[in-house]
């Protein structure tokens, strides 16, 4: 366990390193998109964006050599999301003047605007003597509804390479969250808000792990979960950066946006791992975990882990903001909606098998196991529904919401479980950190079984704390009377139950302390305080 932590930040770095080579090795379209495009193909799509009703501006700024005109003229065309347009013409095996036809059908909407110094709507004229074009000039969108538009350039006339600088600026409206396509709204907001409900559970987590570590409880289950935690506010932290930064000048940083995805991915790993831990009652109901168990989770990680790693980096790699409008439409996405419910299923198999040798836990693991059903299975039913019964301006920010929105509600769960307290009724730890190790004839490494006594185990003061860190080197109760036979005294002890005996391999007397000797073991008494 100690080792996997490494791993998954080795994980990150590698996942960052990969995403800035793919990202400065492509054309980034933001949504203020500036290039310089060279291309033999006809017809190229620059970027999309969804606007507001009436709310939606378009400005341009291009410059073109003046000798482009002669191989006929070059067309900013903008289509909108209705079946009957841009499906019709994006990677389909249509030319491009029927492409152009598409739009030119419906010639009171002004879908085409020509860059030509000739055409009087396009805001072109010539500079630098005449050797070159600028074009400079501005579009309304007005739409019964909030829709997407997409932007491409075409030369239909010639397939002559295409040589152009732009600039194109897309806004909603003119005042806060102007740059931000309808689609993304609110999700910077919602990401600020979950940002600082983290950072506040830290705090938590930090008083709760100084009140296991006392006493003695911070074991490595829920080390794993700290660190997951982390994890996921490091995330935020960059998302909040980058949709901050988008938000107050208009240009995407793809980059920062991958690199906050790889960190909550491996967060969703490590916590996953940590559930998976629980679920199989590592620290909970054994030290350590048996032959089959460990191999099923290990191959379930691995199986996890891969199909994480691969998804993202085809999602990075290949993904077309022309098909796709967001991650849990893609190929990949859907990927990750069924990797889910493996993950319930796995959940299922070992919480039911540690429930079988430990059937006592139940009042621990049922609230456990509903919980975190609904935290596997919420998400990717939801992810489902919103395909087909939620609008398309209204999924991405939906579903990033109810996404940060679950895994807060299960960090804070695990936490609110794990809290040492005597109101903590179902408390998953009665071992202390160093009585991990399983009894000598259980190779399985499974606890002895063992009902909950929390009152009992919480209302240990401070000094019987002190005297139950010295209780190892009590001698036994009949050592105890050898010793005072030897000496002359006849003095009688409190007999051992076995399981509360200081010689137990596994639970020395931590429900209850011995009552002192009588004032006749006065011997005896002595030995104890010498040894």
């Given at each position: 366990?100690n080792?996997?932590?490494m791993?998954?930040?080795?994980?990150?770095?590698i996942l960052t390193?990969?995403?800035?080579?793919?990202v400065?090795?492509?054309?980034v379209?933001?949504k203020?998109?500036t290039?310089?495009?060279?291309?033999?193909v006809?017809?190229?799509f620059l970027?999309?964006?969804?606007?507001?009703?009436?709310e939606?501006?378009?400005?341009?700024n291009?410059?073109?050599?003046?000798d482009e005109l002669k191989?006929?003229?070059?067309?900013?065309?903008?289509y909108?999301?209705?079946?009957?347009?841009?499906?019709?013409v994006y990677?389909?095996?249509?030319s491009c003047?029927d492409?152009l036809n598409v739009?030119?059908?419906v010639?009171?909407?002004?879908?085409?605007i020509?860059l030509?110094?000739?055409w009087?709507?396009?805001?072109?004229?010539?500079?630098?003597?005449g050797?070159q074009?600028?074009?400079?000039s501005?579009?309304?969108?007005k739409?019964?509804r909030?829709?997407w538009?997409?932007i491409?350039?075409?030369?239909c006339?010639?397939?002559?390479?295409?040589?152009?600088?732009?600039n194109i600026?897309?806004?909603n409206g003119k005042?806060?969250?102007?740059h931000?396509?309808a689609?993304?709204?609110y999700?910077?907001?919602?990401?600020?808000?979950?940002?600082i409900?983290?950072?506040l559970?830290?705090?938590?987590i930090?008083?709760?792990?100084?009140e296991l570590?006392q006493?003695?409880?911070?074991?490595?289950?829920?080390?794993?979960?700290?660190f997951?935690v982390?994890?996921?506010?490091v995330?935020?932290?960059?998302?909040v950066?980058?949709?901050?930064?988008?938000?107050?000048?208009?240009y995407?940083?793809?980059?920062?946006?991958?690199?906050?995805?790889g960190f909550?991915?491996?967060?969703?790993?490590?916590?996953?791992?940590?559930v998976?831990?629980?679920?199989?009652?590592?620290?909970?109901?054994?030290?350590?975990?048996?032959?089959?168990?460990a191999?099923f989770?290990?191959g379930f990680?691995?199986?996890?882990?891969?199909?994480?790693?691969v998804?993202?980096l085809?999602?990075i790699?290949?993904?077309?903001s022309?098909?796709v409008?967001?991650?849990?439409?893609s190929?990949?996405g859907?990927?990750?909606v069924?990797?889910k419910?493996?993950?319930?299923?796995?959940?299922?198999?070992?919480?039911?098998s540690t429930?079988?040798?430990?059937?006592?836990?139940i009042?621990?693991?049922?609230?456990?196991?509903i919980f975190f059903?609904?935290?596997l299975?919420?998400?990717?039913?939801?992810?489902?529904?919103?395909?087909?019964?939620?609008?398309?301006?209204?999924?991405?920010?939906?579903?990033?919401g109810?996404?940060?929105g679950?895994?807060?509600a299960?960090h804070v769960?695990l936490?609110?479980?794990?809290r040492p307290?005597?109101?903590?009724?179902?408390?998953?730890?009665h071992i202390?950190?160093?009585?991990t190790?399983?009894?000598?004839?259980?190779?399985?490494?499974?606890?002895?079984?063992?009902?909950?006594?929390v009152?009992?185990?919480?209302?240990i003061?401070?000094?019987?704390?002190?005297?139950?860190?010295?209780?190892?080197?009590?001698?036994?109760?009949s050592?105890?009377?050898?010793?005072a036979?030897?000496?002359g005294?006849?003095s009688?002890?409190?007999?051992?139950?076995?399981i509360?005996?200081?010689t137990?391999?596994?639970?020395?007397a931590?429900?209850s302390?011995?009552?002192p000797?009588?004032p006749q073991s006065k011997?005896?008494?002595?030995?104890?305080?010498h040894?």
């Amino acid at each position: 366990m100690n080792c996997f932590p490494m791993t998954v930040i080795e994980v990150i770095i590698i996942l960052t390193a990969i995403d800035l080579r793919l990202v400065e090795s492509k054309i980034v379209y933001g949504k203020i998109p500036t290039n310089e495009i060279s291309t033999r193909v006809n017809f190229v799509f620059l970027t999309r964006f969804c606007f507001y009703s009436d709310e939606g501006w378009l400005d341009y700024n291009i410059r073109l050599s003046a000798d482009e005109l002669k191989y006929g003229a070059i067309s900013i065309l903008l289509y909108f999301d209705t079946p009957q347009q841009w499906p019709t013409v994006y990677k389909t095996n249509t030319s491009c003047k029927d492409k152009l036809n598409v739009i030119r059908r419906v010639p009171g909407n002004n879908q085409e605007i020509i860059l030509s110094p000739y055409w009087a709507y396009s805001g072109c004229e010539y500079k630098d003597n005449g050797s070159q074009i600028e074009c400079q000039s501005d579009r309304r969108f007005k739409t019964t509804r909030a829709r997407w538009w997409y932007i491409a350039i075409a030369r239909c006339d010639s397939f002559l390479p295409i040589t152009i600088d732009y600039n194109i600026t897309l806004l909603n409206g003119k005042g806060f969250n102007s740059h931000i396509s309808a689609d993304e709204t609110y999700i910077l907001e919602t990401d600020i808000g979950f940002l600082i409900a983290f950072f506040l559970l830290l705090i938590v987590i930090g008083f709760v792990t100084y009140e296991l570590a006392q006493r003695q409880y911070l074991h490595s289950t829920f080390q794993v979960y700290i660190f997951a935690v982390v994890l996921q506010f490091v995330a935020l932290v960059v998302y909040v950066a980058a949709f901050g930064s988008y938000n107050a000048d208009g240009y995407d940083r793809p980059a920062a946006r991958n690199v906050a995805h790889g960190f909550e991915i491996a967060s969703d790993i490590v916590f996953i791992t940590t559930v998976m831990l629980f679920s199989q009652g590592y620290t909970v109901t054994r030290g350590r975990l048996p032959a089959v168990g460990a191999i099923f989770l290990a191959g379930f990680l691995m199986l996890y882990i891969l199909t994480y790693l691969v998804c993202f980096l085809i999602e990075i790699s290949q993904h077309d903001s022309g098909e796709v409008l967001y991650f849990y439409e893609s190929v990949p996405g859907l990927t990750i909606v069924g990797l889910k419910f493996l993950s319930w299923l796995a959940m299922s198999i070992s919480v039911i098998s540690t429930l079988v040798r430990y059937p006592e836990k139940i009042k621990f693991y049922s609230p456990f196991y509903i919980f975190f059903t609904c935290w596997l299975l919420i998400t990717p039913i939801v992810i489902l529904l919103a395909i087909y019964h939620i609008p398309k301006h209204f999924r991405a920010k939906l579903i990033n919401g109810i996404i940060i929105g679950c895994t807060f509600a299960a960090h804070v769960y695990l936490c609110f479980i794990t809290r040492p307290g005597i109101l903590n009724k179902n408390f998953p730890f009665h071992i202390r950190t160093k009585q991990t190790a399983p009894a000598d004839d259980d190779e399985e490494g499974y606890f002895a079984h063992h009902a909950y006594e929390v009152n009992s185990v919480f209302s240990i003061t401070a000094e019987r704390e002190a005297n139950y860190m010295n209780m190892s080197r009590l001698p036994s109760s009949s050592q105890s009377r050898n010793t005072a036979n030897n000496n002359g005294i006849n003095s009688t002890l409190p007999p051992s139950n076995g399981i509360n005996s200081p010689t137990h391999p596994i639970y020395p007397a931590i429900l209850s302390i011995p009552p002192p000797p009588p004032p006749q073991s006065k011997a005896v008494s002595e030995e104890y305080i010498h040894e």
